[in-house]
């Protein structure tokens, strides 16, 4: 894997969880959804995660999407910072991409695990970096953004948890895992409005309307 740039969290690792079906979004998979400049929501989500201090990223996707491939080799980090993977058992759930990370995880001796997902185009880069900087000071085993008073997504995982997370089955993800673990989760307050998914033929349509910030 290539080395990380200088203003990163020497072996950290961010995962964007991009392999599942969009069964909910009828024919236009979401990850494809452009907002009201055309730019596709998956490239929204990487951007914010390749600008983060995550020293590497990568993008697990579904075995049966070029079209989503060829839109993460585009990206203009492919291949230094950012690497995708096929998720062959993607089919199994939201859990099959994050064994994959995990397994990732764990082969690289990654310091900490941030898991990101790929319809949540919203999340900023300094929200990402405030829970990677808090779980890499405290070494708290897990730091979530806080939802309405309780832990959601993105999370950093500490490799403490890394076992456990391959536990995990069916489509979901940490959700479990996060109740299981109850006080010792770390949260970080978050804005509601920048932690929605997009995931919805409604929620669609109100994306095309969105432009993205300045910058």
């Known amino acids: 894997m290539p080395p990380p740039q200088a203003d990163t969290l020497a072996g950290t690792l961010a995962i964007v969880l ?3 079906k969009s069964s909910r979004t009828g024919a236009q998979h979401k990850l494809l959804a452009p907002d009201a400049s055309g730019c596709p929501m998956l490239v929204h989500t990487l951007r914010h995660t390749l600008h983060s201090a995550a020293a590497h990223v990568r993008v697990l996707l579904p075995p049966d ?23 062959a ?19 690289m001796r990654a310091t900490s695990l941030l898991v990101c997902l790929g319809d949540m ?28 008073g309780r832990p959601g997504n993105p999370v950093v995982w500490s490799p403490t948890l890394f ?11 940490g959700r479990a895992l996060l109740r299981t673990l109850g006080p010792a989760v770390r949260l970080l307050p978050a804005s509601t409005a920048l ?21």
């Open 18 to 20: 991009a392999a599942g």
């Open 65 to 87: 999407r070029p079209d989503l491939a060829a839109l993460v080799h585009a990206m203009p980090d492919y291949g230094a910072r950012l690497s995708s993977q096929s998720v």
């Open 89 to 107: 058992d993607a089919a199994m759930g939201l859990s099959a991409s994050l064994h994959a990370g995990v397994r990732l995880a764990r082969s």
């Open 121 to 148: 185009p919203l999340v900023p880069t300094h929200l990402l970096d405030a829970l990677l900087y808090e779980q890499h000071t405290t070494q708290a085993p897990v730091v979530a953004a806080q939802r309405d």
């Open 163 to 173: 076992e456990a997370l391959l536990e995990v089955t069916g489509d979901q993800g």
């Open 195 to 215: 932690l929605e998914d997009f995931d919805t033929p409604d929620r669609l349509a109100q994306f095309a309307r969105m432009l993205p910030p300045p910058g």
